[in-house]
């Protein structure tokens, strides 16, 4: 047997005396004790090795412990009969993504998919195994069927085009069960590689380009058992065979049987293949098509095809962020944020690396196994005054050296607190005589504080407080030498002040003398201002006199 071995980017034949390295039977997708490849989809014990039936699950589509599973995809038409998935002619495997088209319409029978579906394992080596299958609604006439692996996520959109590109290293299984007398199923495996203009022959061999876009990995028998080793094979229920007909676990019609839920001859498809051996690299893969073709050449037209999603590797992160806490110097808030890592695909994650964009921290938590969960924390200041979304993101390989291409984010909003300032200010008075070189004259005198009552309880500091008098100048001091200027109050803290005037006459009210004073500030974290007045009367004569 030939094979290609494509890992970290670099093809390297595995041909010759080298595949006693490729370890015969431990890496073979058939008789495996994992998955049934015998051309039906009945579950033959109720243990492992499991088959279609199994993960269907009377339509649960959740059994047989698979790593990633597509579920039984139905392609049945709409309800005015027609199928709402085909291509549009012209169509070819060759073509980038972007050249594809679909629409509502009909294949011809034999080509008309009811249901396809895909599942992933991994044996007992820690290799990547995908079974992939698909039934048809006619038996009659040649089964050419492709099964793409899509790294990149692809997307059926509504105005027929579809959404999405081919990357290199996309995988391409031909299964070509020809009817014709003498006629031998075949099996292919190629990957998209955009450095193949053409193929280097008419025959090319293991490793050269078989196509344009297209560099072929595997050539040969198709049927399961065909080789004891086989990393990749294909086998379907053969007329005549132990299988012919078989029953069908979901909802079936074919147009060549009377009996519902029954596969007649030939009628349903089903494979496997061994990604780490064949294929190499980190077999993270996004989407998956099952197509029909109109014969086995690589400019064959497509007609058929379903496609679904079918992430092999997949890591998601979760993000919180606190309300944030004004930090020590008042000048910004200080957030604590959190989260969780967890790898929700098929294999072990490498080299995750969790990076908080907001903070500029990262967090390195190493290898996560399949289903396996890591926490993350930290805390970072920000001086935005305003709430803002704070960005997180992940990032792992799928092999010890390999690329960082398993990615997710997440973000959360990170309010700063509501904070109130509060400033209070007292006053009081008193009036006297004293002699001026104009004779005898009234003057009152004022005193009193002003203090930071903020009542938060992370102690809060007021700047920029001043005290003004609408009568006379404010001081700091008794003998009122300093003027009160502006100062800060920390949180319960008061500054006393003083002052004095000469008064020009008295209130209306009678023989009283009457000033305000007022305090501002504002909190220093946010500069909301605060203010706060006071009044005093002082009567000409105070009691007693």
Same mark, same amino acid.
């Given at each position: 047997? /030939?094979?290609?071995?494509? +890992?970290?980017? !670099? ?54 412990? =698979?790593?990633? &599973? ?40 034999? *080509? ?6 895909? #599942?992933?394992?991994?044996? #007992? ?14 038996? +009659? ?9 899509? +790294?990149?996520?692809? @997307? #059926?959109?509504?105005?027929?085009? &579809? ?13 070509? &069960? ?19 203009? /053409?193929? =280097?022959?008419?025959? %090319? ?13 595997? /050539?040969? !028998?198709?049927?399961?058992? $065909? ?83 079918? @992430?092999?590797?997949?890591? *998601? ?54 289903? @396996? ?38 973000? $959360? ?29 009234? /003057? ?26 609408? +009568?006379?100048?404010?001081?700091? *001091? ?57 009044? #005093?009367?002082? %009567? ?6």
């Amino acid at each position: 047997m /030939k094979m290609l071995n494509l +890992k970290q980017g !670099a093809l390297s034949l595995c041909i010759g005396a080298v595949i006693s390295l490729c370890s015969p039977h431990a890496y073979a997708v058939h008789d495996n004790g994992i998955f049934e490849l015998e051309g039906n989809a009945v579950q033959d014990a109720m243990a492992a090795p499991y088959d279609w039936e199994t993960l269907y699950n009377g339509g649960l589509n959740n059994g047989g412990n =698979a790593n990633a &599973f597509t579920g039984i995809v139905n392609d049945e038409p709409n309800a005015s009969g027609v199928d709402d998935s085909i291509f549009t002619g012209g169509r070819k495997d060759i073509q980038d993504i972007s050249d594809w088209g679909h629409k509502s319409g009909s294949s011809p029978d034999k *080509d008309e998919i009811t249901n396809a579906y895909a #599942a992933a394992y991994n044996n #007992a080596a820690g290799d990547t195994i995908v079974y992939f299958g698909a039934d048809r609604i006619s038996n +009659k006439g040649d089964a050419f069927m492709g099964f793409w692996f899509f +790294k990149k996520h692809i @997307e #059926a959109n509504p105005d027929g085009s &579809f959404m999405g590109e081919h990357t290199n290293g996309d995988v391409l299984v031909l299964t070509n &069960f020809p009817q014709a007398n003498n006629a031998s199923p075949e099996i292919r495996v190629d990957v998209w590689d955009d450095t193949c203009g /053409k193929a =280097a022959n008419n025959n %090319p061999s293991v490793g050269e380009c078989d196509a344009k876009n297209l560099r072929l990995l595997y /050539k040969g !028998a198709a049927i399961c058992g $065909s080789e004891s080793d086989d990393l990749v094979c294909a086998i379907t229920n053969d007329e005549g065979g132990a299988y012919d007909p078989t029953n069908s676990p979901w909802p079936y019609q074919s147009k060549n049987h009377p009996d519902p839920n029954v596969f007649p001859y030939e009628s349903i498809f089903e494979g496997g293949i061994n990604l780490t051996q064949l294929v190499g690299g980190d077999n993270c893969f996004s989407s998956f098509m099952a197509e029909t073709r109109s014969s086995s050449e690589f400019t064959a037209t497509l007609k058929d095809w379903v496609l679904r999603d079918f @992430e092999l590797c997949s890591i *998601d992160i979760t993000k919180q962020c606190g309300q944030g806490q004004v930090n020590e110097a008042e000048d910004g808030y200080v957030y604590e944020y959190s989260g969780v890592v967890t790898n929700d695909g098929s294999g072990t994650l490498y080299n995750v690396l969790v990076t908080d964009l907001e903070a500029g921290q990262t967090h390195a938590l190493g290898t996560l196994a399949k289903g @396996e969960t890591a926490n993350y924390s930290g805390t970072f200041e920000s001086t935005s005054p305003e709430g803002f979304i704070n960005m997180v993101e992940v990032s792992a390989s799928a092999t010890p050296a390999g690329a960082s291409t398993v990615t997710d984010t997440a973000s $959360s909003e990170c309010d700063p607190p509501s904070l109130s300032g509060e400033i209070s200010v007292s006053k009081v008075c008193e009036s006297n005589f004293v002699e001026t070189n104009a004779g005898v004259i009234a /003057k009152v005198s004022f005193s009193g504080q002003v203090c930071n009552i903020t009542t938060e309880a992370q102690p809060l500091t007021l700047a920029n407080v001043s005290v003004t008098d609408d +009568k006379g100048d404010v001081y700091a *001091d008794s003998e009122m030498t300093i003027p009160f200027g502006t100062v800060e109050l920390e949180q319960d803290e008061c500054k006393p002040y003083y002052g004095s005037y000469i008064p020009t006459a008295f209130e209306e009210s009678g023989q009283i003398f009457k000033d305000t004073v007022l305090a501002t500030g504002e909190l220093k974290v946010t500069g909301d201002p605060v203010q706060d007045t006071a009044f #005093a009367t002082c %009567p000409i004569c105070p009691e007693g006199e």
